[in-house]
């Protein structure tokens, strides 16, 4: 008896055992299916090559700023295209053009993202706000933020004194709004968004080396709770790890450049062509990072000289390139004005960087040509004369 009795303890227990087993399975089974729908990010990366989202930050000229981030997972290399907060468009809601900034509500950002997909011609999948103090206690809990500053800053405004030395600085959180705060003596707005890029780019840089911790569960959970987003708790997991692998230093920068105009009293910023050169720069950087191919355009300056003698043609080419990352360093006349054909001219060795401004341009092939002995010091990578097939965007055949 008392061995009939073991056996059946034993088959009781197995019974147990199995239905333990059984439900363990069930439970992983129903967290994964769980995790899987609620993983939004992961699912929209089976479907799409590029991973595509808006960062806003505050911009102290304006209310917000927003930084179009575009990630490739494959190559791990990123773009950012900047886009002030007063650039302008038709705004449904009140039926007249308006800033961008004014469709945005902290925490609402559905419209802000329909409008930027009306202008991009891209669907952003996640929005990010990292504006005012949000900004500082992110650029703290990375250990701070190393950034180049060419020059010194020493300036009093309304919020207090802005104190910066020379050289790479390693900022706090407090230091990064001040970063974001001062304005130079009549800086031009593509150098206020060159900063706000470098300050992006050493952020990431600062998440990809604080990999490890940021990937901490309960520090993914205090970043999903205190930055603003869209996203469900394990969407956002997904996406701090992707931020965490991006090669910080092979970004491709992008500006909006556009004409200023004055619209019930208040300056906007309308993009060039209607907004199409916008446009292109997303197609280009898309091509880009898809390609896995270098970009060098940020280290590129570019002089166009006006062979056509139609007046301003050289002057209206500049946004062109600048739209695309160029620094355009020189805008002047060629030494006749009798071009028939636009040409475009690699000066020190690196065809590639002036076939990508051929191309933009839609002016054929670039050719090389080295600066001359006495101008062996100059600066300029690519030149660009501008002939009578130039119609102000683009070469005509």
């Not at 956002?236 to 450049?257: C, G, K, N, P, V």
């Not at 062979?307 to 209206?316: K, Q």
Request: net charge negative.
């Amino acid at each position: 008896m008392r061995v009939s009795g073991g056996r059946s303890g034993r088959r009781d227990f197995s019974y147990l055992l199995l239905l333990a087993i059984v439900a363990l399975l069930a439970a992983t089974a129903v967290f994964a299916a769980t995790r899987l729908r609620t993983d939004e990010v992961s699912r929209w990366l089976e479907e799409h090559d590029l991973l595509v989202g808006l960062v806003v930050i505050s911009d102290p000229r304006h209310r917000i700023a927003v930084e179009v981030l575009l990630i490739d997972p494959h190559t791990d290399r990123a773009g950012l295209l900047f886009i002030p907060g007063n650039v302008g468009a038709l705004i449904a809601s009140r039926n007249r053009m308006d800033a961008l900034e004014t469709i945005y509500r902290d925490g609402d950002v559905a419209p802000l993202r329909d409008k930027v997909e009306e202008l991009l011609g891209v669907s952003p999948m996640f929005v990010l706000e990292i504006t005012g103090d949000r900004m500082r206690d992110l650029v703290d809990l990375l250990g701070g933020v190393e950034v180049f500053v060419p020059d010194p800053v020493d300036q009093e405004d309304a919020a207090g004194r802005v104190l910066l030395p020379a050289g790479v600085v390693l900022l706090d959180g407090d230091k990064a709004l001040e970063y974001l705060r001062y304005q130079a003596a009549e800086e031009p707005d593509v150098e206020w968004a060159a900063r706000v890029h470098r300050l992006m780019q050493a952020a990431l840089r600062a998440v990809g080396e604080q990999r490890r911790m940021l990937l901490h569960g309960d520090v993914q959970r205090y970043l999903h709770q205190s930055l603003g987003n869209d996203l469900t708790q394990a969407g956002f997991a997904t996406l701090l790890a992707s931020l965490t692998e991006i090669d910080s230093e092979r970004m491709i920068f992008q500006y909006t450049i556009g004409q200023p105009q004055t619209v019930d009293g208040r300056t906007l910023i309308f993009p060039h062509y209607d907004g199409a050169l916008l446009r292109e720069a997303v197609t280009q950087v898309v091509a880009a990072l898809v390609s896995g191919q270098a970009d060098s355009v940020a280290s590129a300056n570019v002089e166009i000289l006006n062979g056509s003698g139609v007046t301003g043609l050289a002057r209206g080419a500049a946004p062109v390139l600048q739209s695309f990352g160029f620094r355009v360093a020189r805008v002047a006349n060629a030494d006749h004005h009798g071009y028939a054909a636009t040409e475009v001219i690699d000066r020190r060795g690196r065809l590639e960087v002036a076939q990508r401004v051929a191309d933009l341009m839609e002016c054929g092939t670039a050719r090389t040509e080295p600066h001359a002995e006495a101008d062996a010091e100059s600066e300029i990578d690519v030149t660009v004369i501008l002939g009578g097939d130039f119609n102000g965007r683009s070469c005509t055949e």
